[in-house]
C-alpha cells in the first residue's frame, strides 16, 4: 500500500514538471538559436561588449527586427527588383536551384493563406490495407501516373511519430481519403503523444462522406 501511495505521488509530480521542464527546454533552444543571429553584428557592437554580460533573448529582438526590415524592403519596386536578381542567381546554381526553390515553395504554401494545405486532416489506409494513418492534405487536385478522365488524387502528409518533421507523402484517390472534422492542433498534438491524448470520438466531416450507393432492386415476386 505505501509503494503504491508513493507512485502515485511521484506520478502526479512527474505530470506537473515534465510539461514546465520540457517547454523551458524549448524555449531555451529557440532562444538560444535566435541568439545566433547576434554574430551578424560587429563585436564592438554586440551587447556582451558593452554591457558585459550576456542576456537571452536580445538575438530574438534582432530577428525580429531583421525579419520586419526586410519584409518592408521586399514590398516595394526596388527590393522586389533585388530579390528577383537574386533568385535568378541561384537558380542558375543546379544543386542550389533545386533545394531554394523546393524550400521557397514550402514556405509560401504554408505561410500564406490562400490554399488548403495543412488545413485538412484526413484519414487514409496507409501502409496497408486495413491500416489506417492520420496524415495532412497538402495538394487538393494532383494527376500523377492517372488515365485522362479518372478520378484525381490528393496528397496526403502522413508525419511520423513523436517527431512530425519527417514523414511520408502518399496520392490518395479522392474518394479514399476521409476528412476528418479535426483540426490541424488535435491532430499534431495525437501525434506528438504517440497517440495518448486523442480526442474520444471524432466523425468525418459532412464534405467527405462518400456518396451513398443506390440501393439494389427488390427481387421480383414470383
Not at 47 to 61: C, D, F, K
Not at 115 to 126: A, D, I, P, Q, R
Not at 171 to 197: C, F, H, W, Y
Request: glycine residues 6%; contains cysteine; hydrophobic residues 55%.
Amino acid at each position: 500500500m505505501p509503494k503504491l501511495i508513493l507512485r502515485r505521488y511521484l506520478i502526479a509530480g512527474l505530470l506537473v514538471w515534465l510539461p514546465i521542464i520540457a517547454t523551458v527546454l524549448v524555449i531555451r533552444f529557440i532562444l538560444d538559436l535566435m541568439d545566433q543571429t547576434l554574430l551578424l553584428l560587429p563585436r564592438p557592437l554586440r551587447p556582451e561588449a558593452w554591457l558585459g554580460v550576456h542576456i537571452p533573448g536580445l538575438g530574438a529582438l534582432l530577428a525580429v527586427f531583421l525579419l520586419f526590415a526586410t519584409g518592408l524592403l521586399v514590398t516595394n519596386i526596388i527590393g522586389r527588383s533585388l530579390v528577383r536578381a537574386w533568385e535568378d542567381l541561384l537558380n542558375r546554381i543546379p544543386f542550389v536551384r533545386a533545394v531554394y526553390g523546393g524550400v521557397k515553395s514550402f514556405s509560401t504554401t504554408i505561410l500564406s493563406n490562400s490554399g488548403n494545405s495543412f488545413k485538412k486532416v484526413l484519414l487514409v489506409e496507409y501502409p496497408r490495407t486495413g491500416l489506417w494513418s492520420i496524415g495532412f492534405q497538402t495538394a487538393s487536385d494532383v494527376r500523377l501516373g492517372i488515365a485522362p478522365g479518372a478520378e484525381s488524387q490528393v496528397c496526403v502528409f502522413i508525419p511520423t511519430t513523436p517527431n512530425p518533421t519527417s514523414g511520408f507523402i502518399v496520392l490518395v484517390p479522392r474518394s479514399q481519403a476521409i476528412e476528418l472534422d479535426m483540426n490541424v492542433d488535435a491532430a499534431m498534438k495525437m501525434i506528438v503523444t504517440l497517440g495518448v491524448v486523442a480526442p474520444p470520438a471524432v466523425a468525418p466531416a459532412a464534405a467527405a462522406l462518400p456518396a451513398a450507393a443506390p440501393a439494389a432492386p427488390a427481387p421480383a415476386a414470383r
